[in-house]
T-cell receptor, first 116, second 114 residues
Framework: AQKVTQAQTEISVVEKEDVTLDCVYE???????LFWYKQPPSGELVFLIR??????QNEISGRYSWNFQKSTSSFNFTITASQVVDSAVYFC?????????????FGSGTRLQVQP | SAVISQKPSRDICQRGTSLTIQCQVD?????MFWYRQQPGQSLTLIAT?????????ESGFVIDKFPISRPNLTFSTLTVSNMSPEDSSIYLC???????????FGQGTRLTVV
């Protein structure tokens, strides 16, 4: 069975601090996708990144970076120089491919509050 | 990318009534899904909407309570039947096309049952 764990329920930082959101996953599949989504107070889900299980290269997009470590089943997300607009709930999710299941399994989410 | 429109965006309903949520995708997609997000919680998959056949429900969700239709590759509906306050949630429609694309989400339907 798949499982995604986001152990940090809530994180509060001051603007311009760096912050890392942790994500640990469990799956028996060898082929899978990992995702990060942002959910601002308005409620919509904003897609941030998709990473497949064969690509362990870290990725950087502006102030955002992702560290995928298959050896520890982790896919952590770092925001550099955080801004108030980064305040939201962030979800990590997993999609298995071997079983044919295409729906996403979500972690419980991490609420990030960036104080001015 | 695909754009998903959900209607209504929010509603307040009386207990015992039913609400049908519509999900329209601007392109043909292989798979459509319905998720529920209870207040302060994560997203939980309700079912996979199958085109031309009955939806595939996850454990804890039944067709009588959440009937789903998917008449074609761009449209699906979810009905929340015989509502109770416990059904107050955000309901989200999602679509995936080819296997290596991201999963697109509608803006959600925020339902309050009183």
């Amino acid at each position: 069975a798949q499982k995604v764990t986001q152990a940090q329920t809530e994180i509060s930082v001051v603007e311009k601090e760096d912050v890392t959101l942790d994500c640990v996953y469990e799956t028996r599949d060898t082929t899978y996708y990992l995702f990060w989504y942002k959910q601002p107070p308005s409620g919509e889900l904003v897609f941030l990144i998709r990473r497949n299980s064969f690509d362990e290269q870290n990725e950087i997009s502006g102030r955002y970076s992702w560290n995928f470590q298959k050896s520890t089943s982790s896919f952590n997300f770092t925001i550099t120089a955080s801004q108030v607009v980064d305040s939201a709930v962030y979800f990590c999710a997993l999609s298995d491919m071997d079983t044919g299941r295409r729906a996403l399994t979500f972690g419980s989410g991490t609420r990030l509050q960036v104080q001015p | 990318s695909a754009v998903i429109s959900q209607k209504p965006s929010r509603d307040i309903c009386q207990r015992g009534t039913s609400l049908t949520i519509q999900c329209q995708v601007d392109s043909q997609v292989t798979m459509m899904f319905w998720y529920r997000q209870q207040p302060g919680q994560s997203l939980t998959l309700i079912a996979t909407a199958n085109q031309g056949s009955e939806a595939t429900y996850e454990s804890g969700f039944v067709i009588d309570k959440f009937p789903i239709s998917r008449p074609n590759l761009t449209f699906s509906t979810l009905t929340v039947s015989n509502m109770s306050p416990e059904d107050s949630s955000i309901y989200l429609c999602s679509a995936r096309d080819r296997e290596n694309t991201e999963a697109f989400f509608g803006q959600g339907t925020r339902l309050t049952v009183v």
